[in-house]
Each structure stands twice: as structure tokens, then as C-alpha cells.
């Protein structure tokens, strides 16, 4: 689960790497408890289908501030202060990115890596980020197929506690209402460093869809969750 690696340090280092518009994004993955958006520009839109369900997963597009994904009946807008995330960091997101194997097709990024990112956005002065991704659960590294999204938050759990090495409240999973359909979420608090993840997602066949929101103790989540529709 090398994508909840970086929820932490997504947060961290990219505070100062945010500060201009972003190109089109490049890989998926971050999020809370409601709705949120994004930024600006038109990506190629290249295919994925999945093994155990008939369901084909493109690449989104920004326009307008307005980061969309049909496939997955993702809308995101970035929200007034937030910035979209440039290809490029989206990239450092993943320990072996998809551009340095020199691979440019979106369905074989996703077919090689474990996780792959298509979206993502920060707020510079550190209140929040979101990230939204696609996890290959058969992908080397990965912790294999699970059968729900009850069964990823076993591993989202683990994996956080041994990879970040501090200890989180967790809450209970619970059903989550977003793009006119029943996703599940689960939301983990890490007090020690003051910052919070809503983690919302959907399992298709041996892919999970994931929106990460992270934010600080004193953000309200509400306000960047509308944003997600």
C-alpha cells in the first residue's frame, strides 16, 4: 500500500512545490469527509479496463479549475487558495514512477505500479490536500486482492501504523454519499503531528479508487469536502 506512504509526506514536503498552476495530473489517490475540486487543463484521455468487473477507467481532465473523471463519476473543483498538482510531483508521489519505466500509456501505468495518481491539489499555507488514485492490487508490493473496501481498510490501518510510525485513532468505517453513489470511508487521526485523513474509496475488481483528504486540527473538513461532487 505504498500510496498511504505518502499521506504525511504529501502534506509536508509539498507545501513549499505548490505555489504555481499545475499542468494536467498525471497519476491518482488523498480525502475526507464530503465533497472538494480542481484545477486546470485537458489530458488524454487513455483507457483501463478492469478484470473482474466490466468497467473501463480513463484518465480525467481539468478544465475551468474543474477536475473530472467520468469513468469513475469523479468531479473535483479546486477550491479558492488550493493549487493542482503538476505531473511532476505527482510523480515523486510513487517510489517508481510510471514516467521513469518511460511509460506514457495510462492503462499500463496502472498495470505496473501499485499505485498510480490522477489528481491531485494543496493548499501552500498548509491546511490541506487531496489526492485521488488508483491502486493496482495485483501489481508486485501490493497486498493482493481483497474481496471490499472492509477489507483494504484492514491493510489502510496497518499500513499507516508501520510505515508512519505513530500512532492513529481510527474511526469506524462508515458509508459515505458522494457522486450519487455509496462509497466507504474511514477516517484517521494523528495527533502527535496535528494533522488528519479522511481516506474515501471504492473497489472495482482488482482496482481501488481512493480520495485522500488531509488537513490540520483546526481545519474544517466540511469546507473542502464541498468541493467533492
Given at each position: ?7 504525511l ?14 499542468s ?72 517508481t514512477?510510471a ?59 496497518a ?22 453513489d ?48
Amino acid at each position: 500500500m505504498k500510496k498511504l506512504v505518502v499521506l504525511l509526506a504529501l502534506f509536508i514536503m509539498l507545501m513549499g512545490c505548490a505555489s504555481s498552476p499545475s499542468s494536467s495530473p498525471n497519476s491518482t489517490a488523498s480525502t475526507s469527509d464530503e465533497d472538494t475540486t480542481i484545477s486546470e487543463s485537458v489530458v488524454p484521455e487513455e483507457t483501463v479496463t478492469t478484470i473482474n468487473e466490466q468497467i473501463v477507467i480513463e484518465r480525467g481532465s481539468i478544465n475551468d479549475n474543474l477536475y473530472t473523471n467520468a469513468s469513475i463519476n469523479v468531479n473535483i473543483e479546486v477550491p479558492e487558495g488550493y493549487v493542482a498538482l503538476s505531473d511532476e510531483q505527482l510523480n515523486s508521489l510513487v517510489i517508481t514512477s510510471a514516467e521513469s519505466k518511460g511509460i506514457e500509456n495510462f492503462q499500463d501505468a496502472i498495470d505496473s505500479q501499485a499505485v498510480t495518481y490522477d489528481f491531485g491539489m494543496i493548499d501552500p499555507t498548509g491546511n490541506g490536500s487531496v489526492l485521488v488514485g488508483i491502486e493496482n492490487l495485483e501489481v508486485e508490493g501490493a497486498e493482493g486482492l481483497v474481496n471490499n473496501e472492509e477489507e483494504y481498510f484492514s491493510f489502510v490501518k496497518a499500513s499507516l501504523v508501520q510505515n508512519q510510525g505513530t500512532e492513529y485513532t481510527f474511526s469506524d468505517i462508515y458509508d459515505f454519499q458522494m457522486f450519487d453513489d455509496t462509497w466507504t470511508a474511514l477516517n484517521a487521526m494523528d495527533s502527535a503531528n496535528g494533522v488528519n485523513s479522511t481516506i474515501i474509496v471504492k473497489c472495482y475488481g482488482k482496482y481501488v479508487v481512493s480520495i485522500i483528504y488531509n488537513y490540520t486540527a483546526t481545519t474544517d473538513p466540511s469546507v473542502v469536502l464541498s468541493y467533492i461532487y
